[in-house]
């Protein structure tokens, strides 16, 4: 479990990026020892991850709320985007109360909702102030958000995060029973958190809302979270968030009187096609405001059927950058940063461990071939070098070939943009040479988390 507890200092942005970095606690010193344990036939175990960093949108949840989040669901072992999916929902229902109504119009005051107002950090202090004739700014569990006119955060933090030598630990702080198979990889002494700000070009004018839908006067939430596909490991903090979030609006009160209801769906992903049949389940509910989906790929599939519907989508996830100048009529909202950032935060952090050459290896969809010219842009804008660039099927059963022209191209650290896929990509890594422990390995947000050491041990 994240203790999340350091921020750390990394170069100067890049692309007109200000980053902003505070130091806060103690440094944490990196392993020691990063000899990789391998088997009889050369399988790695979790602890062949020793030393691959990666960055993620996240802030430092604390204590109080991840415990909050393991009261609905114990068997959290990752809280990536937990914060972002309760602030979503939260935010959802501020701007229900505000308006006054669950129809298509609420969605015009959600980003006012986050900026601009009086400060306020919970879903009752922000009720408060609009019960008496105020303008809420709620600063939530994922940070500042300051919402552009277009629908996106302007403000955003991220995680470094760094697999380190405890893989083998379970924590005390769980239920005995609840323990198995959680395995806890990620070094919280090593994590950092940086401060990030899209430029002044990117605060753009409000969108105009198209859509008349009426709502009945009960809030109803769907959700377009993954279950099952390549992001899956992303489903239970997500989850946890929106329930979390349903939970205490409905402890403070509920949404114009009444309690707040979450009716839960399954993304998928791109090849199991799921999404767009949970869309039309939830459509045929008749939901107010559609959570998801994480992958931006999957909301590029629904996003159409959705907002045509008059339903406001908020997603907890996506990064792509397509979705800043979409047209989405007004409806469509995210409180991930655009990758763009993320791009820039990951040429930094590469580039403050010192290495300049740099292989990209990406997975082949919006989401990958988009951060890895993000992060190519970056790099190059700094003075470091992209010496090869593989952008591979997520689906093939073989790696041997991309991980080969990583290898031939001899650079000083690696880049992985994927998802559940990765853990394949670095066993073939490691059976090349070139893992974590011979040569510096950079993940995302798409597979940076404990749920990677699991799925790397298990072989899957």
């Known amino acids: 479990m994240f203790k999340q507890r350091k921020y750390g200092r990394l170069a100067a942005g890049v692309l007109a990026m200000s980053l902003v970095v505070a130091a806060c606690g103690d440094d944490g010193d990196s392993a020691s020892d990063t000899t990789a344990k391998t088997d009889s036939e050369g399988a790695a175990d979790a602890n062949s ?10 802030v430092d949840l604390g204590d109080e709320f991840k415990a909050r989040l393991m009261e609905i669901d114990p068997k959290l072992v990752d809280f990536n985007y937990a914060g972002e999916s309760y602030d979503a929902a939260i935010i959802i229902g501020l701007a229900v109360t505000q308006a006054k109504t669950d129809g298509s119009a609420f969605a015009e005051k959600i980003n006012g909702i986050t900026r601009g107002g009086e400060k306020c950090t919970t879903f009752e202090a922000c009720k408060k102030i609009i019960d008496a004739g105020g303008d809420p700014d709620y ?8 919402f552009s006119g277009n629908g996106e955060p302007t403000e955003a933090s991220y995680g470094v995060l760094e697999f380190g030598t405890n893989c083998d630990k379970l924590n005390a702080t769980r239920k005995k029973e609840d323990q198995a198979a959680l395995k806890e990889c990620i070094d919280d002494d090593t994590t950092e958190f940086v401060k990030a700000s899209a430029p002044k070009d990117a605060d753009v004018a409000e969108v105009p809302v198209v859509g008349d839908r009426k709502g009945n006067g009960q809030l109803e939430i ?3 979270l993954p279950k099952t596909g390549s992001l899956a490991f992303l489903g239970p903090p997500e989850f946890a968030g929106v329930d979390l979030a349903v939970q205490e609006m409905n402890e403070a009160g509920g949404v114009l009187g009444k309690d707040v209801i979450h009716i839960e769906g399954d993304s998928g992903d791109t090849e199991n096609g799921v ?15 559609i959570i998801g989906a994480a992958s931006s790929s999957v909301s590029l599939s629904v996003i159409d059927t959705i907002v045509n519907a008059g339903v406001v989508m908020f997603s907890p996830a996506n990064t792509s950058k397509k979705f800043s100048d979409y047209n989405d009529k007004g409806l469509y909202f995210r409180n991930a940063p655009s990758d763009i950032l993320q791009g820039s935060v990951l040429a930094d952090t590469i580039l403050a461990d010192n290495h300049k050459n740099v292989f990209i290896l990406a997975l082949n969809d919006d ?3 988009g951060l890895a010219d993000d992060l190519t842009k970056s790099l190059e804008a700094a003075g470091g070098k992209v010496v090869g660039k593989e952008i591979y099927d997520p689906k093939a059963t073989d790696f041997a ?3 080969g022209s990583a290898k031939n191209a001899d650079p000083d650290a690696i ?3 994927g998802f559940d896929e990765s853990s394949k990509v ?7 040479g070139i893992g974590p422990a011979n040569v510096p390995v950079y993940g995302v947000d798409g597979n940076m988390g404990n749920a990677l050491a699991e799925n790397f041990e298990a072989g899957k």
Do not use: C, N
């Open 49 to 58: 991850l020793i030393g691959m960093r990666g960055t993620t949108p996240m």
């Open 139 to 146: 600063d939530g569990q994922s940070g500042p958000l300051e």
């Open 222 to 224: 769907g959700s377009l």
């Open 275 to 289: 999404a767009p049949k949970t869309v039309s389940t939830l459509l045929a509910k008749d939901v107010d405001a």
């Open 367 to 369: 989401y990958g071939t």
């Open 401 to 403: 070939d991309v991980v």
């Open 415 to 417: 880049a992985l943009i």
């Open 426 to 432: 670095l066993s073939t890594m490691i059976e090349q």
